[in-house]
């Protein structure tokens, strides 16, 4: 199954998903809000992330008033968010492989003396605001 920037519908498709003309995909083409893919025949096929990115561009226009500037500067910000949303999870699964690899070496060290070790995972500390104490 295709992902969710894979360029899977034509225009016309992709409209009809979104809820607009087709006219107004090649608008916000244009304008950068949303960057569809192109066939090796030059054929503009729009992802899922794509039509759900016209729907949110239409409820900032038409519900919240924000002018198409506005939607640019949200989108980039929503791109950067989801970027760094992205890393941090990469991070995360860095330090676990490192973590696991010293635990690995700890073990084999103490191994070889002679020793064993066992490891006790201990539970996440959750750091959440008690709502009946005042800040």
Known sequence: MPGNDAGIYIISVA????GVHPQTLRTYERKG???PKRTAGG??????RDVERVQ??????QEEGVNLAGVLRVLALQDEVEALQAE???QRQRIEQV???FREAL??????RGTELVLYRRPEIQ???DPSRPR
């Open 127 to 129: 750091h959440q605001r």
């Open 15 to 18: 409209a009809e998903l979104a």
């Open 99 to 101: 973590r696991q690899e």
């Open 88 to 90: 941090v999870e990469r």
């Open 56 to 61: 949110l561009v239409q409820q900032l226009t």
């Open 107 to 112: 073990r084999e060290a103490l191994r070889s």
């Open 33 to 35: 809000l949303i960057k």
């Open 43 to 48: 054929t503009r096929r729009y992802s899922r």
